[in-house]
């Protein structure tokens, strides 16, 4: 089975800050990791993902995510928090191997609204 | 590439009525996801279907809810007959590949807001 979990259904920080979204996971083999961004009134759209190699993935508007293995961690952060970076954000688990018990189609975690104070 | 597109945006309907749900994915995709997101119970996956093919359909709430994909640029979402509590934004989704070697991100469309009295 696989599952991800997303700890603070909030997160203020003020503008020019540093910001971190935190996303844990749970899975029987190695993992696909995602993050998507969703702002009012729109679909949600791909951030960057973590599939192999450094463990250190940047993705687009500046953000990047650390995966963790030992911590089974994939925390969104990025160095210079926007107001237009408000949101809500959302982190994906996927089990690369059908064969370990996961499954081909990813699990969303519950989201995160993120709040920057001008 | 326009993207993910679904029709209608917004749906206002009396309970008891038939709902359809259209959604055209990205030329090329061969997965396709519906997802209905609340306040409550945040993003659900319903249905997913490769090849046009319903893979796994655990998710659709009850048999009141039904989707088909009849050929690689279109499917749709029924609800017959609709009740309140079907009061959602619905979302769909593509991706190109499926299966273990698959790793692509989803592309999401911008929702149909169904509300029904």
């Known amino acids: 089975a696989q599952s991800v979990a997303q700890p603070e259904d909030q997160v203020n920080v003020a503008e020019g800050n540093p910001l971190t979204v935190k996303c844990t996971y749970s899975v029987s083999g190695n993992p696909y990791l995602f993050w998507y961004v969703q702002y009012p009134n729109r679909g949600l759209q791909f951030l960057l993902k973590y599939i192999t190699g450094d463990n250190l993935v940047k993705g687009s508007y500046g953000f990047e995510a650390e995966f963790n293995k030992s911590q089974t961690s994939f925390h969104l952060k990025k160095p210079s928090a926007l107001v237009s970076d408000s949101a809500l954000y959302f982190c994906?688990?996927?089990?690369?191997?059908?064969?370990?018990?996961?499954?081909?189609?990813?699990?969303f975690g519950r989201g995160t609204s993120l709040i920057v104070h001008p | 590439d326009a993207g993910v597109i679904q029709s209608p945006r917004h749906e206002v309907t009396e309970m008891g009525q038939e709902v359809t749900l259209r959604c055209k994915p990205i030329?090329?995709?061969?997965?396709l996801f519906w997802y209905r997101q609340t306040m409550m119970r945040g993003l659900e996956l319903l249905i997913y279907?490769?090849?046009?093919?319903?893979?796994?359909d655990s998710g659709m709430p009850e048999d009141r809810f039904s989707a088909k994909m009849p050929n690689a640029s279109f499917s749709t979402l029924k609800i017959q007959p609709s009740e309140p509590r079907d009061s959602a934004v619905y979302f769909c989704a593509s991706s190109l590949g499926a299966g273990a070697l698959s790793y692509n991100e989803q592309f999401f469309g911008p929702g149909t807001r169904l509300t029904v009295l």
């Open positions: 994906a688990v996927r089990d690369m191997g059908h064969a370990s018990g996961g499954s081909y189609i990813p699990t």
């Open positions: 030329s090329g995709h061969n997965s």
């Open positions: 279907f490769n090849n046009n093919v319903p893979i796994d």
